[in-house]
């Protein structure tokens, strides 16, 4: 069976610019979460959506959106990029909610670079 | 409130065995977590554990809870240099109403041969 896939998985953007980042899940698997990483930051959780739903958001400025498909792939966006929002962007799938979300696998992550 | 610490750097011999701790602060956490993270990659699954338990083992690894002090521990026996690694542990809490994990900050772990 098929990983997480995130594309693109380097991308170069610059200042006031805006960027959209995929997530195809594990098959089978309803649920996606998305999480920053940064070195001063660490791993911080972006947002979360099962069955097209945002189920939980982080505390990040509305810049950042998200949105799930019908079949399950995720998308994010980031709309007027700063130097800040220089991170890798995680991707990750679980079956479902509840017990469901017990197991989350990540993807290999999308490195974007503003300058 | 939500954070979990852990030590920022391991450094052990091939062979020997390695322990991580994990300190976290929302004691309605269900589940912990222990996720490997190798350079330019993303995280990798280890291994969980629900917060009634005090132990479990899955090959190589063990782990330890203490529910009472809060503390977490990673144990990998005859740790390898294929081991070297970040290790990130995590919580989840919400009872089942959100997958959100909480992580830590990462223990670096540096296996000589």
């Known amino acids: 069976k098929a990983g997480v896939t995130q594309t693109p998985r380097y991308l170069i953007k610059t200042r006031g610019q805006q960027v959209t980042l995929s997530c195809s899940p594990i098959s089978g698997h309803r649920s996606v979460s998305w999480y920053q990483q940064t070195p001063g930051q660490g791993l911080q959780f972006l947002f979360e959506?099962?069955?097209?739903?945002?189920?939980n958001k982080g505390n990040f400025p509305g810049r950042f959106s998200g949105r799930q498909f019908s079949n399950s792939r995720s998308e994010m966006n980031v709309s007027t990029l700063e130097l800040g929002d220089s991170a890798l962007y995680l991707c990750a799938s679980s079956l479902g909610i509840g017990t469901g979300g017990l197991e989350q696998y990540f993807g290999p992550g999308t490195r974007l670079t503003v300058t | 409130g939500e954070d979990v610490e852990q030590s920022l750097f391991l450094s052990v011999r091939e062979g020997d065995s390695s322990v991580i701790n994990c300190t976290y602060t929302d004691s309605s956490s269900t589940y912990l977590y222990w996720y490997k993270q190798e350079p330019g990659a993303g995280l990798q699954l280890l291994t969980y554990?629900?917060?009634?338990?005090d132990m479990k083992q899955d090959q190589r690894l063990t782990v330890l809870l203490n529910k009472k002090d809060k503390h977490l521990s990673l144990r990998i026996a005859d740790t390898q240099t294929g081991d070297s690694a970040i290790y990130f542990c995590?919580?989840?809490?919400?009872?089942?109403?959100?997958?959100?994990?909480?992580f830590g900050t990462g223990t670096l772990l540096a296996v000589q041969p």
């Open positions: 554990i629900f917060s009634n338990m």
């Open positions: 995590a919580e989840m809490s919400g009872g089942g109403a959100t997958n959100k994990l909480i």
């Open positions: 959506y099962f069955s097209e739903t945002q189920r």
